[in-house]
């Protein structure tokens, strides 16, 4: 895990969704957890919760949030948010040995953790845990990166690095394992990618059920510019239709950078 922390000491996190594709990623995960979540005040955890970014949309719409984060400087940055101070509480934790009772919460976000479980025994501790401090009936939210995602990413950047990526992408599409063996800038870190298939069987191993997947950015990530987008209202618009229209479409889960997937406790 020690390259992991190192790529999160760098503090790129805290604005990855305001660029780029990430400002897509941001708007329709907040449209989804606003379809998918129970009402506020509802108790939600928000476990791998980074710098805050969810928590603070959450704490306006009058939900109960508690954050956790494995990153010591993430925690930091969040416990000196002014706007973040209504936070129920701030934890540096794991997201495999919660620090909450059972069944104390309406809903789990799970929103990064399962990136960087890259053995499967942790990665259903994590949701077994979810499941465990969530009330009957709650809501698990959940997202990780397909498989496919390497393969899609370096295609829109028009391959650079062949002979160095190609490798790497491979790996990621046929097991799951990323790597970036040097730490070169520019390429992820130390994780684990998914098959939609293998994250409902994860899901189900666990006990959650009503499992759904969708796709967030979908074909998105086929944008030039997806700031400039996202900044027309008519095109922002346009482009999310189109994106409910296909975000469980099985056929194309596997193009979307990121998938989210929503089980019942």
Known sequence: MDEIAAYYELDREHDRLTRGLGVVEFGRTLELLGRVLPPAPAVVLDVGGGTGIYA?????????????????????????DPSLAALASVTLGDARTLPFAEASADAVLLMGPLYHLTRPGDRLAALAEARRVLRPGGRLVVTVIPRSAAICGDFTRGLPA??????????????????????????????????????????????????????????AGLLRDPEEVMRDPERREGLFAALRLLECDRALLGISAHLLAVGQG
């Open 56 to 80: 603070r949309e959450l704490l306006n719409a009058g939900y109960t949030v508690h954050l956790l984060d494995a990153m010591p400087g993430h925690v930091a940055r969040v416990q000196a």
């Open 162 to 219: 062949e002979a160095y990526f190609r490798p790497i992408r491979e790996a990621a599409y046929t097991c799951g394992e990323y790597l970036n063996p040097d730490h070169r800038a520019g390429y992820f870190t130390t994780a684990y990618f998914h098959h939609p298939d293998e994250l409902e069987a994860e899901l189900a191993a666990v006990g959650f059920g009503d499992v759904t997947l969708y796709a967030l950015e979908g074909p």
